[in-house]
Structure formats: structure tokens, C-alpha cells
């Protein structure tokens, strides 16, 4: 019987390399989830997998498409003139100003030829368009009433005008001399004719000239014997001259006022040629 059960049970050494397979394998299982754990972070550092909210939103948003097509009646034509381009008057008119100061080039007016000559006459004007002007009470104004005198634009006073400067002329010349000067009459001055093409005339001038006259000479004959009129005489004008020497200078008066008038220059020679 001894015998029997010694030969069934199995043997100590059996037992033991059983268990040790077992450990074996219990290390070797460890060893491959610690290189399985290393590669997972290796390819998540990598970016390769990388696992934030926001590449899985876009992973999850549908792509939509960017080739829409647009009608070319919605596109903007930026090559059009008529979008960008300004009338070229609306450089030359005031923005707000008033309108009885905007320049003619800036309205257009109901003139009317039959008015007589040298009297005052009103015409019904409009401002351009893309012109903006108001009245004295700041109001908007598109229809108002221009003040003017009945003449054209070559009739006007000479301080109503500017006129190019001679290149002609002399210096000395008996009798005067004219030239031919361009005249444009000023922006706020109004007259009858085409703003377009009666604001600029041709005029004949005297040229500036001098008959050798010296300021300095009638200056200081108007202090010394202004009393007895030699500064008149010595400037032409005897009539004048006449007068200061039988009134005595106008009892020193009439002196003084010629001293001043002579010395400012306004009082010339009386042929109207300049001082040296």
C-alpha cells in the first residue's frame, strides 16, 4: 500500500519547475505592457496621436466647401469710373459755404440779357450736382437768388479782375504804351456770360511805365515849399499847385495833408507814370 501511494503522487522536482515556468511568464508579460506603454506615449509625443478637444472637433465638423460659386452682377465693378470719379467743379466749390459766395462754376443761373445796363438785377441760380451750400440762417439751400450788376464780364471795374503781367513794355516810353494782358475775373464776382468761357478775356492795358520822377524829390519839396505848392507844380498838377500857393498851403493845413499823401504814395505824378 506504501508503495502505491508513492508511486501516484507526483514528485517534488515536477512542482518545482512548473512554478518557475509560471514566474517566467509573469515577468515576460510585465516586460511586453511596459514596451506596450512606452510605444503608446512615444506615438502619442510624436503628435501623431494626439488626443485634444480640438482635433477631435475638427475631425468631427463637416468640411464645407469654399469654391462657391458668385454671380458676376454681385461682384463690384472697382474699374468703373462713375463710382470713384468726382465732376471736376466740385474741387473748385466750398463744402457748407453759403450760396451767394459759391464761385459761378458751382450753379447754374437764369440770366437774363434785357436787364439795363449798370442797374442791379437778381436771377434765380441752383447748385450743381454733388454741390452743397446754405443761406444765412445755415439752412440747405438748392434754388436761391444771386445780387449782381447788369453787365458782362469785360465791363467790370479793373478790382474785379486779375490780368497777366506785361513782358513787353518799357520802362520809358513817350506816349504810353499798351499791351495785350488775359484777364479772369474773380471767383466771387458775378457777371453775365458762360461761367466757361466769358470769365477769362482779352484787354488792352497801359503798360507801367515812369516819366523820371523821383519820390524822394517830391517828398521833400512837399515838406520845405509845400506851402507855396511846389510839389504839385513839380508833379503836374498846376492846378493843384495854384491853389496851395494864392491859399498859403491852405493855411498850413492842406501842407500837412499833402506831406502825408505824397509820402504813403498815393498822391503820383499827373500823367500817371510811377515814382523812380
Known amino acids: 500500500m506504501r508503495r502505491t501511494e508513492q508511486g501516484n503522487r507526483p514528485s517534488l522536482p515536477d512542482e518545482g519547475k512548473m512554478a518557475a515556468l509560471a514566474v517566467a511568464g509573469l515577468r515576460a508579460l510585465k516586460r511586453m505592457c511596459r514596451v506596450a506603454l512606452f510605444l503608446s506615449q512615444l506615438y502619442v509625443l510624436s503628435g501623431r496621436g494626439s488626443l485634444s478637444l480640438e482635433h477631435s ?64 438785377a437778381a436771377f434765380e441760380c441752383k447748385a450743381r450736382p454733388q454741390v452743397h451750400c446754405v443761406d444765412q440762417k445755415s439752412n440747405r439751400q438748392e434754388i436761391f437768388a444771386i445780387n449782381m450788376t447788369c453787365q458782362f464780364c469785360w465791363q467790370l471795374p479793373p478790382s474785379d479782375y486779375v490780368c ?32 466757361c468761357c466769358n470769365r477769362t478775356f482779352p484787354k488792352m492795358l497801359y503798360c507801367n511805365w515812369t516819366g523820371g520822377y523821383k519820390w524822394s524829390t517830391a517828398l521833400a519839396l512837399s515838406i520845405t515849399l509845400g506851402g507855396f505848392g511846389a510839389d504839385r507844380f513839380y508833379l503836374g498838377q498846376w492846378r493843384e499847385g495854384l491853389g496851395k500857393l494864392f491859399s498859403f498851403g491852405g493855411l498850413g493845413i492842406w501842407t500837412l495833408i499833402d506831406v502825408l499823401l505824397i509820402g504813403v504814395g498815393y498822391v503820383g505824378p499827373a500823367d500817371g507814370s510811377l515814382y523812380i
Not at 57 to 85: R, Y
Not at 92 to 117: A, D, F, H, V, W
Not at 172 to 184: D, I, K, L, M, W
Open 164 to 195: 497777366s503781367n506785361p513782358t513787353n513794355c518799357k520802362t520809358v516810353s513817350c506816349p504810353r504804351e499798351r499791351y495785350s494782358a488775359n484777364c479772369t475775373v474773380r471767383d466771387h464776382i458775378h457777371c453775365l456770360g458762360k461761367p
Open 57 to 120: 472637433q475638427l475631425a468631427k465638423s463637416p468640411i464645407i466647401s469654399t469654391n462657391k460659386h458668385i454671380p458676376a452682377s454681385n461682384v463690384p465693378d472697382f474699374n468703373s469710373s462713375e463710382a470713384t470719379a468726382l465732376p471736376s467743379y466740385v474741387t473748385q466749390c466750398p463744402s457748407n459755404g453759403l450760396c451767394s459766395r459759391l464761385p459761378p462754376e458751382c450753379m447754374t443761373c437764369k440770366t437774363n440779357y434785357s436787364c439795363i445796363y449798370g442797374k442791379p
